[in-house]
């Protein structure tokens, strides 16, 4: 999942997957520069299934 300036729906975006009743998956997040309260709102949760990552631009 790409993320920049997310901060309105990726809480909830990332619970919708959580809460799937298929559970052997790796979500991969990759915040893409914002500069709002993404990662913040990303790096609340606390599941293991989650990777995340950072850019600094354009997700190549």
Not at 10 to 25: C, G, H, K, N, P
């Amino acid at each position: 999942m790409a993320a920049y300036n997310a901060e309105k729906y990726i809480s909830e975006a990332i619970q919708s997957i959580l809460d799937q009743t298929y559970t052997d998956f790796e979500l991969i997040i990759v915040n893409d520069g914002s500069t709002d309260t993404t990662k913040e709102k990303i790096k609340a949760f606390d599941d293991p299934r989650i990777k995340y990552y950072e850019n600094e631009g354009i997700v190549k």
